[in-house]
Each structure stands twice: as structure tokens, then as C-alpha cells.
């Protein structure tokens, strides 16, 4: 149906008259506070349990998370053999090291909180995530022009049938300009490289899209080129290297459902073709108030990974990033350096030199977001990079 | 050419001119059985030396039985004449001048050359001649046109008067296409008794015995009257004169038959010239925008495919078009209406009152009536705007007696997509849609109708998806006139609606998807016109329902989509019907109606069985059955009730109240809120029981100023049951357990109207205030989950307050301008009222279902008409329509919506027509 409100909204503003405005809703003023569940109890030897607690907030909050903390976590098995706390390893993230258990077995999330309110996910199955066959791209010039990343899997028991998937991007860049100087102190020297490297950077970005598919209605177990994510031409991920870490979980219906409703409610929400926002049914309960309301489903079972990296040279010359403006390059005199780099905070980008002086003269500077690359970033290159 | 040849001939008759001639004296044998004034000559002319000279149309209504031996001519007139207003003279040329009234002078006064000759007598004076009859019982009765005002008509057989009551009925037509006028009034201002012609134009009143005058009011005709003497049950075609509005209109209104004196309530009628005033978006006529400036019609948002009656959902409004369902009834999403405008004469709405004869849905019925094509000439009719265009042709097939009229639509607007940003750029859409209506006279009581409609829209977004929807209609409809009082109609039809989905991107999950809906249709509804007291409708309505819910099929080698069809549905629904409309006073009024209504869920079909009190999920799967081929699954049935009464209070004044019990065996499966073209719909088997509705009304219809103003006030209170809605997270297409995901719901509604209208002068036009409130109620027991907590929620489309101005203003008879006014509440909404992060960004919270309202819908359209010069005699007619759509440009807000873009919850409201949208339109008829 999405698609669908596209091609109507299309027809729309084939007229040249549709507008979108920014629309904020009525304040509400009662702060619901539900307990929000999210996580997965990770059944494989590798991977380590994370579960995340934390609360609603209200709409115009300017917070995005807030953490529950303190609280006690434990995984459960069905038949009470299995009884494993979480450790709070930073606020309101409860994480165990990687322990393989029995795939046969169905286990659950136990919640108490700091105020000693008790909390149970359902009993869940454990699904075993089939391994990556191919994560790929392909430089799409339909509609919005851009790099198009899919992945492709299959079951060849064909058990699996529903999938969810989410990724890390990770993409090395430059800055605009390369500075060859540094301040130190109240001086100016050259830069030690790689140390002081502030031209190469490293950056990482999660997904936040809901990604789903399913296989319900094939013949055979096989998801073929089920969109991740469509990077736009000419963005900066595809300067110079790009990598995608996928991960994969493979999900009962019960969760898929879950997982399409949030999806729906917050990536499809309100156009007059989408359907009402939808309740949404997770598996968490408070165990002694079935009426209160508790958002989240926890899963069990395995992920598997894949990495790809593409190359700048790898896409289409038209696709590639290109520096979007030409940073305004200044020359600072030497009656200015206490003002503008000692103080100010610039950072000195070339020297200027004159025949009779082997010393620069002047300094040249520019904005900080054109010569420093660690403004967004990392300048440390991360362990995977190759 | 005869009454030249009589002029000339009294010339030549005169004595002047007197030439030798001898006068016939001789004995002749007539026999006349039923003659017209023709045969009768002939055959005195054939035997006699006598030349008859007489105005045919003056002596249209004689028919002559005489058997007479060895008569002089004059014995023979005598006796052929007596007891009638017809004279003869006879010159001693051997000429005979018949005449009406008057005796013409075959010779001059006496005196006048002064010499003694005795003037002759004229030949008048009534004589016992028992044997003439001037009779209208023959089976070949003709019928008299009338088309003069000032003529008395005579009507019916004088030896057969014998006091009290007699039925006239006829046809009411337009002179110059001879198109049947619909809905005209014939109205005895003496008698305060009047009728409506229905949809074929066809009238019958019955008034006392005597001389009448009759007011004839037609939409867009020049008020008439026919003057007639009234003998025994008769015939008169009214042909009537359109509208032609003049300079300095002087309109005498005094006795229109106003809205004040039916008793139908809750009902409105527009005919095409109105809806053509009114701005629409694009400037082209839109049927389905008019329907929605008239009180008690909601819609969820602008350029959306259909309305909300009365609290009622869209589903719930019965589209007939020629009597064909319409079950999609727009083009291009809701962008332009289905119908044709050039080729529909008018449309009524019903939204209390329903008349037994229509059944099956619960809110309304809109009947949407297309004219019948010219009878006498070939004309045409064209226009231009910028996204569609269209053409009709209409003309006699053979003279007088078959007609058709053709038309269709079509779109270009694919060029406007080539100019959207590369997002839509491979994106295509178009429509067009084909109407044929035939209609053949066999004879004076046998007339056929053959109508037909074919529309097809498609759309394809990105040469990915590729939509595709239409309807298909077709109607065979015949009616019989037994005798004045008594007429059929028998209608067989079919019609279909299907829509397609089909994608092939992705070769491996390259699909085709199918849906359709067939009935064949079969009614006979009677109309019998007892006495003046009581109007008796009565009939049989049949449907066989084929529907094809779904089936998905790959495409391609490659493709492995498994092909999946929900099994096709069949099902008989019928009802009989019943209805009397009884004049107990002359004040009081009142129409009362049953409509037994029978459905028979029918096989093959594989039904399941839930376990009784728990959630209707697949876990709580009983068994299931299968039924054979034709097999009663299930049969569902009750009777409908269709009350109304009306009292007058005063000449302009009444009071009318009305119940009304409706069913309805199909559902739209449709969680969305405005619903699409891609809904699937559902018919009620043993696991979804029909949809049930009672409505109680009561109004009041005050008229001023000679008539010409008319105001009403109405108010209802509404209840439904069974009504859909779905669990979270329902698949509603290629569902198998479709009943597992829906949940039934109640409703209730209730609201006020007020409506002002001008019906005439140079302003015209009408003005409504609406409160109405809409709510439901999901109190399924075996819903698992309730919506709201089995709490009352307004329903989509409640919207309180709701104000209409739709205007019209004549400068001159070429000049005209148009103001559509529309203010309304805001739709309601269900609003995020928290947020929460979860899987990697923010997510939103949502409200109860329904709690906040998008903000006030406001909108003003203005048009300009320019007709081009009035000269009767030019190739083309043309006008222009020039307008602005929103004027005031306000971003009305369309829907609202909350996305997480980038991790973060930004809220947006979408306005549709954010702009003033000028628009252009031209138009000629040929």
C-alpha cells in the first residue's frame, strides 16, 4: 500500500500543488512511562545476548532514550535448567558473554526492576539463522538514482521463511582539505602522521529501518535481492571505501508480525492509503498486571553476519561522491595566530611562503567540517577494515 | 399544406368566383369502424363528388363509427358530428369545409348584395345520432401529443364518462430531442394532486372528471400547462420546451410543486445543469464533488474515492448507474468521477427514505441516471480540458421510435508525469471509460432500454508495479405498459468489477494479481396507480453474486512465486417487495414499504467452524466443511422496513418522519482510511453476518417566497451492526481464514441538517449546515483484543461541523459565475502521544484509536461560464469554463503522518491542493 500513496502522492504533485509541511500534534501531557523491552536471547556461541530496557518518552522530549536501569535480567529455559543473569554493561543494556544453548529448548527474559516490579517475556522457540548467501549492489538509475544494496539468502530445509535483517555501514572518507600543520600550544608544527591524521576518517552508521521479508508464499526458501538499503548518488559513503556488516535473524510469525506493525507504525503511518496504526502485540508482560502495557518481543535463536566492501572505483563514475563545495580557504598574518588558531581554535592548513624565508610566512585556515575529518568520525582505523 | 389549400380554397369558394359546379346530391352506403378523419373522408370523397377541405390536427382525437344506408352527405356529417364540437359546411361547389367550433360561411351575409336570397343555415345543430361514438378504447389507440398550450385537449370517451375519477398518464418529453423529461411535475393546482415522471418520463395522475388545467415543471424546461377536458381514462404526451434563461426573467412560481408535499425525505436530486455549475478541480463536471456539497455526505479527504452518508462507511452506498452497480465509482484514485457528465441528465441521492425497491447496502443509494440519446436529430457534444477530454454522440437510429447516445473519456496526463522529478519519471497513468445507451420504442406500451459501461484505469509506478482496475456493465431493461394505472419494468443486467496487480521487477518474485466481482442482476418492479389515495410498487429483485476474492500466480520461468486463489465465493441474494403510498387526508400522507430480503450463501465452498465463545484464530479451528456446487451454505433473511409519513401543515409547510431498516450481504475489506481501488470485497457467509442498519428521521420543510426559496431541516439517529474492522496486523487480500482476521463492530450516528436552497432567479443555489457525529464500537466477544477497550470511538469520518455554499449567479444569459464554499471539522486521527527507542531509531506511541482531529477543512472555488453567442442556426455551440480551485489557497491538510526519518520521529501534514489551481475547460456541442 505504500507504494500505492507513492503513485497517488505522485499524481498529486503532478499537479504542482501537493505540500508537505511539518506538523507537530496537540501536546500531550501525560508521560506514559511504559517499560520497553528489545533484544534477542542469543542461543550461538559467538554472538552475546544484549537485551535493552528502557521507557517511553513523551513526543516532544528531547531525549531519544531513557535507559532503565539497575534492573535484574535473567534468561530462562522452559524447563528451569537454564537460569543466567545479565550484566548492566552500560545504562539500561544488559549483556551476557557469548553461551551456546540448546536449540530444542524455548527460553524467556526475566524482569525485575529497580522498583522490584516483576516482568516475563513468553516462552520463545529457538530459530537458527541460515548463513548469508550474498550481500550485493547495483547502481539503480530508476527514480531516485543511488546505490541499491540487497542481500540474498535461502533455506534449503526451507524452514526458515521469515527473515529480519539490520546492518552496520561503515565507510572511510576525507576531508576537503589536507592540513599539514598543527597547533601545539601556542605554536605551530607539521603534523605527525598517522597519529595526527585528521584527512582520513573512518565512520559508522547503524541501520534504523525495520527490514523484513518473507517467504510464505514462495515454492522454495529463497530470499533474491531483498532491499537493505538505497544509498543515494553521490554520497560521501562512496568516496573512497565502503563496507556493510548484515546480520541476519531469522523469526516465528508471531515475532514477524510484531516486527511488521512496528515497522508499519513508524515507517507507514498516516497517509490515507496506509492502514490505522495497528496495536501492537509484543510478548512481554507485567506478572502481575496483565493490563499494563509493555512494549517489545524477545526473540531467541542465532544471527549470522556478512561483510562486503565496495570500492570507490567499483560504482559508476556519476554515483561516486563528489566534494559537494569548495571550502573557502583564508590567510592568517602572524599578528592574527594568537587570535585565530592560538585561541580560536582554527586549524592551520598550509603554509605560505615567501623566496627569502624557509619558514611560512602566513598560515592558510579554513571552516573545521572542511579539514577535519574526525569531526564526524574516527581517524582510528576500525580492526575489520582491510 | 391542407390549411393553405383550405385559405385558398374559401378564396376560390366564395361566390364570387363562383364556377360551374354541380352539387351531388346522390344516396351513399357508409360503414365506418373506429375511422380517423382520413379514412372517413376518403371514403365519402370515393363515393361523392365532394372535395373536403380541413385542418388534420384539429380533428385528431375524432374516430367515427357510422353505419348509415342510402344517406345524403349531409345526413352522413350530421350523424358523424353530432355530439361533438365539429361543424361542416358545404359550398354548392360540391366543397366541405369540416371545422372545429365554428361554422365558416359559405355564403356571404345576407343582404350584402342586397338581394333576398336566404342565408343557408349552418349545419349544426345536434341531431340523436346514437351510433357515433368518438371513441379511445381501441387497441390501437393513439395517443395525443400535446404540445400547445392553449389548446384544450380532449381526453378519454364522452359516452363513456360516468362521473368520478379517471387516470391520465402519458409521457413527458423534450420537444427538441425528444428525450424523456424525469422527475417533471404534473401538478392539478384545483385538485392539489400532482405526480413526478419517473425515470422514463412516464407520469400517471388520476384526478376528478372534467375540464383541468395541468402545471408541467420540468428541470431546465420552461414551465407548461395543459389545458384538458377530461371524459375517461386517457393518454397525454406532454412534450415540453428547455429552459432557455432570458435577459429579464419573469417566473411565475406561484404553483410548483414543492418539496414540502412529497413524502420522501432525505432525498436530494441534481440535475446536470447544476452540477456543471459547480467548480470542480480540474474543470471538468464531477458528479461525485456535487454529491458531496449536499448535507449529510462526508469524505475522508479531498480527491479520494467515495463518501461517507449519514455516518455510514463508503461501502455502504449503493452506486447505480442505469440501474448497473458501480462499484468502483472513480477514476485516477478519486482525481475525477466514473461519470460521463456530458451524457448524465441527473443524479438522486437517497440517505433516509430508500425506497423499497433498492436494497443491499445500509447508508444510501445514489442513482445516477444517463439521458436517453436525441430521438429526432444527430448532435454531439465535446470537451477539452487539461488532463481529459471527451466526446458524445447521440441521434435516432430510426425515426422517433430509437435513439442512442455514446460517449467517452479518455486522459493524456502521461505527459504531465514526464515532467516529475526522476523519482516518477517511468511512471504512467491513464483511464478512460465507454458508455452506449440504446433506447427503442416497440410500441406505445412497450419500450426497450439497453445501456452499457466500460471503464479501465491503469497505472504503473516506476515500470515496476503496474495497476490496473475497471468496471463492466450492461443492462437490458424493458417496460410494459399494461394499462394507465399498471406498468413493469423488468431489468436483466450484468455487471463486474475487477482490478489486477502485477509487478516483474524482481524476476524472482515476479507476480500477477487478479481480483474480480460478477453479478447478474435480474428485477421486475411494477408500479400501480390504484386510485388517487393509494400507489402500489411492488416487485422481485435478484442477484447472483461470482466473486473471485484473489489469486496470485507467478510470472516468468524464474518467477517462484506459488500461484495461491482464494476459492471464488457464490452467492443468490433476493428480495421481494412491497410498498403503498397512501393518501389517508389531503394532509396526511404516508408510504409504507417491506423489502424481504433473503441471501443464500451457496457452494462450492469450504466453510470452518471456530470454537464457540473463544478468539476466531486458526488455533481455535474446529473442523471444516466442504459444500458442493449450488449447495445453501448458509441463508440469512428478514424483512426490511420503509416507513415515511408526511403531514402538511400549511400550503408551504410540513412535517415528515420516517423509519427504515436496511441489510447489507457484502463487505469491503479495507483497514485503510480512505478506501482504495485495490480493496477486495467479501461476501457475508457463515462467519460474517450481514451488516444490519435502522435509521429514524424526522424533518421539516418550510418553503418562502412564492416557493422559491426552500428550506429544510432534518434530523436522524442511526444505528449498524456487524459492521467490519480488523485485527492488528490483518492481511486482507489472498487471506484464506479471511473471518479470523476480522472483528465486528456496532456503530451509531446521529446528526442534523439544515439546508436553505434558491431554486430560481438570477442567484441560485443552495447552503447547508451539517452537525452530525459518528461512532463505533468494537464489542466483538471473540476479538481477543478490543479497539479502544470496547470503548465508543468516532469513526473516520465523523466530522462534526460541516458547512456548504454552492451558488450560482447569472449576469446575462451567456455570463454566469460559481461559488463553492466547504468548511468542515477536521477528519479524526489517532496521534503518537509518546515515543520510544527500538531497533536502532525512534518509534512512536500511539494514542487510542481516533482521539485527535486534523485541523478544520476550509476551501472556496469560484468559476466563470461563458456560453458562446445564443444564435439558433451556427455549426457549434461552444462555452468556456474558467475557474480557480481553492482560492484561497489554504493548505488544507490531507492526512497527517509520523515517520522516523534518520532515527528521528518528524511529524508532517500533506496537504493535496495546497495552491489556488486555476483550470480551463472548453466545451461544444454540434
Known sequence: MKRFFKLYIALIILTATACKESFNPPETNSNLNYLVVEGMINTGSTDSTIIKLSRTTMLTSGTTLKPETRATVSIQSADNVVNRNLTESKPGTYFSAPFALDGNKKYRIRIRTAQGKEYASDYVEVKVSPNIDNVSFEAQRVGVPGIQLSVDTRDNSNNSRYYKWDYVETYQYKSNNFSTYIVDRNSIRFRNLPQEDIFNCWRSVGSTNVILASTAKLANDVVNKAPLVKVPASNERFGVRYSIMVNQQVLTKEAFDFWEILKKNTEQVGSIFDSQPSQLQGNVHAVNDPNEIVIGFITAGTVTHKRIFIDALQIPEDFRFRNPLPCRVDTIIPRKYQEVFYEGGAIPVDGVFEPSSPEPVAYTTTSRACVDCTVRGTNIKPAFWQ | ?926
Open chain 2, 1 to 926: 399544406m391542407k390549411k393553405l389549400y383550405l385559405i385558398f380554397c374559401l378564396l376560390l369558394g366564395s361566390p364570387v368566383f363562383v364556377c360551374a359546379q354541380k352539387t351531388d346530391d346522390k344516396l351513399i352506403d357508409v360503414d365506418f369502424q373506429q375511422a380517423t378523419i382520413s379514412q372517413f373522408v376518403a371514403q365519402i370523397e370515393s363515393k361523392t363528388n365532394y372535395t373536403f377541405y380541413y385542418d388534420a390536427a384539429k380533428f385528431d382525437s375524432l374516430r367515427v363509427t357510422l353505419k348509415l344506408n342510402q344517406a345524403t352527405v349531409k345526413k352522413v356529417l350530421e350523424d358523424a358530428f353530432a355530439n361533438t364540437t365539429y361543424k361542416y359546411s358545404i359550398t354548392q361547389q360540391g366543397q366541405v369545409f369540416l371545422t372545429k367550433g365554428v361554422v365558416i360561411q359559405t355564403s356571404l351575409a345576407a343582404g350584402f348584395f342586397n338581394d333576398k336570397k336566404e342565408v343557408q343555415q349552418p349545419a349544426n345543430r345536434p341531431t340523436s345520432a346514437n351510433t357515433v361514438d368518438y371513441t379511445s378504447t381501441l387497441t390501437e389507440k393513439r395517443v395525443i401529443e400535446s404540445t400547445s398550450e392553449n389548446k384544450v385537449y380532449e381526453i378519454g370517451l364522452k359516452s363513456a364518462a360516468k362521473g368520478g375519477s379517471v387516470t391520465l398518464a402519458g409521457y413527458v418529453r423534450n420537444v427538441k430531442s425528444g428525450e424523456p423529461v424525469i422527475g417533471a411535475s404534473i401538478y392539478n393546482p384545483v385538485t392539489r394532486s400532482g405526480v413526478a415522471t419517473d425515470q422514463f418520463g412516464y407520469y400517471s395522475l388520476t384526478m376528478p372528471q372534467g375540464s383541468h388545467t395541468v402545471l408541467v415543471r420540468g428541470l431546465g424546461m420552461r414551465d407548461t400547462r395543459r389545458l384538458i377536458v377530461l371524459n375517461s381514462d386517457g393518454k397525454l404526451n406532454i412534450e415540453m420546451q428547455e429552459q432557455v434563461t432570458t435577459l429579464k426573467e419573469v417566473k411565475i412560481s406561484a404553483e410548483k410543486v414543492a418539496n414540502v408535499r412529497s413524502t420522501t425525505m432525505g432525498m436530494s436530486k441534481i440535475d446536470i445543469k447544476t452540477i456543471k455549475q459547480i467548480p470542480a478541480v480540474f474543470g471538468e463536471a464531477d458528479v461525485l464533488r456535487v454529491v458531496l456539497t449536499l448535507p449529510g455526505v462526508q469524505t475522508v479527504g479531498e480527491a479520494s474515492t467515495g463518501f461517507n452518508v449519514r455516518g455510514g462507511s463508503a461501502d455502504q452506498n449503493l452506486i447505480l448507474l442505469n440501474d448497473a452497480t458501480i462499484y468502483n465509482p472513480s477514476h485516477f484514485f478519486g482525481f475525477f468521477s466514473a461519470f460521463d457528465p456530458d451524457i448524465v441528465q441527473d443524479i438522486e441521492l437517497y440517505k433516509s427514505s430508500i425506497p423499497e425497491k433498492f436494497g443491499g447496502r445500509l447508508s444510501s443509494i445514489l442513482d445516477v441516471t444517463n439521458r436517453e440519446g436525441n430521438k429526432k436529430k444527430f448532435t454531439g457534444s465535446a470537451g477539452i480540458g487539461l488532463l481529459t477530454s471527451r466526446l458524445n454522440i447521440e441521434g435516432p437510429i430510426d425515426s422517433n421510435r430509437t435513439s442512442f447516445i455514446f460517449g467517452g473519456r479518455t486522459t493524456y496526463a502521461n505527459w504531465l508525469l514526464k515532467q516529475l522529478p526522476n523519482e516518477y519519471k517511468n511512471s504512467r497513468a491513464s483511464f478512460y471509460d465507454l458508455s452506449l445507451n440504446i433506447s427503442h420504442q416497440i410500441n406505445e406500451k412497450n419500450n426497450l432500454y439497453l445501456s452499457s459501461y466500460f471503464s479501465n484505469d491503469s497505472f504503473r509506478l516506476n515500470s515496476d508495479t503496474t495497476y490496473g482496475y475497471g468496471n463492466r456493465n450492461f443492462s437490458l431493461k424493458w417496460k410494459h405498459n399494461y394499462n394507465n394505472k399498471l406498468y413493469s419494468v423488468i431489468t436483466g443486467g450484468y455487471d463486474r468489477y475487477q482490478f489486477n496487480i502485477n509487478s516483474m521487477l524482481n524476476p524472482i518474485n515476479a507476480y500477477k494479481f487478479n481480483f474480480n466481482i460478477n453479478q447478474t442482476n435480474f428485477k421486475t418492479d411494477f408500479s400501480y396507480f390504484i386510485n388517487p389515495k393509494h400507489t402500489l410498487s411492488f416487485g422481485l429483485n435478484s442477484i447472483y453474486y461470482k466473486l473471485n476474492p484473489g489469486s496470485n500466480s507467478p510470472v516468468g520461468n524464474e518467477s517462484l512465486v506459488v500461484g495461491e486463489t482464494v476459492p471464488a465465493e457464490q452467492a443468490l441474494e433476493s428480495a421481494l417487495y412491497l410498498g403503498d403510498k397512501y393518501n389517508i387526508t389531503e394532509n396526511l400522507s404516508v408510504s409504507a414499504g417491506i423489502r424481504f430480503s433473503l441471501f443464500n450463501y451457496l457452494g462450492p465452498q469450504t466453510v470452518n467452524r471456530y470454537a464457540p465463545g473463544l478468539p476466531r484464530t486458526t488455533s481455535n479451528l474446529l473442523d471444516s466443511t466442504t459444500y458442493g456446487s449450488n449447495k445453501f451454505i448458509k441463508t440469512y433473511g428478514g424483512p426490511e422496513i420503509r416507513l415515511s409519513a408526511r403531514y402538511i401543515l400549511s400550503d408551504d409547510f410540513s412535517v415528515k418522519a420516517g423509519y427504515n431498516t436496511l441489510r447489507q450481504y457484502i463487505h469491503l475489506l479495507s483497514n485503510t482510511t480512505a478506501i482504495s481501488p485495490t480493496d477486495v470485497w467479501k461476501l457475508s457467509d457463515p462467519n460474517i453476518k450481514p451488516q444490519l442498519g435502522d435509521q429514524v428521521s424526522l424533518g421539516f420543510y418550510k418553503n418562502f417566497k412564492s416557493n422559491t426559496i426552500e428550506t429544510s431541516v432534518e434530523v436522524y439517529y442511526k444505528r449498524l451492526r456487524n459492521y467490519l474492522d480488523y485485527r492488528s496486523g490483518a492481511t486482507l487480500v489472498l487471506n484464506q481464514n479471511i473471518e479470523t482476521d476480522v472483528l465486528s463492530t456496532r456503530g451509531k450516528a446521529y446528526g442534523a441538517e439544515f439546508l436553505i436552497k434558491k431554486t430560481a432567479g438570477k442567484l441560485n443555489g443552495w447552503m447547508s449546515y451539517t452537525y452530525s457525529r459518528t461512532f463505533l464500537k468494537q464489542d466483538d466477544p471473540n476479538a481477543g483484543e478490543l479497539i479502544n477497550n470496547g470503548a465508543y470511538y468516532p469513526a473516520n469520518y465523523d466530522k462534526p461541523h460541516s458547512f456548504n455554499l454552492t451558488g450560482n449567479y447569472r449576469f446575462t444569459h451567456r455570463y454566469s459565475v460559481s461559488l463553492n464554499s466547504v468548511y468542515s471539522t477536521g477528519r479524526p486521527l489517532t496521534l503518537p502521544v509518546g515515543k520510544f527507542y527500538y531497533a536502532g531509531a525512534e518509534r512512536v506511541l500511539y494514542s487510542d484509536r481516533n482521539q485527535y482531529r486534523i485541523p478544520d477543512f476550509f476551501r472556496t472555488d469560484f468559476s466563470v461560464n461563458i456560453e458562446g453567442n445564443h444564435k439558433l442556426k451556427q455549426r457549434f455551440h461552444n462555452s468556456w469554463t474558467f475557474g480557480i480551485y481553492n482560492i484561497t489557497g489554504r493548505k488544507n491538510a490531507y492526512s497527517t503522518y509520523f515517520i522516523q526519518e534518520a532515527g528521528r520521529i518528524n511529524g508532517y501534514s500533506l496537504s493535496i491542493f495546497a495552491k489556488p489551481i486555476p483550470f480551463v475547460n472548453f466545451n461544444t456541442r454540434f
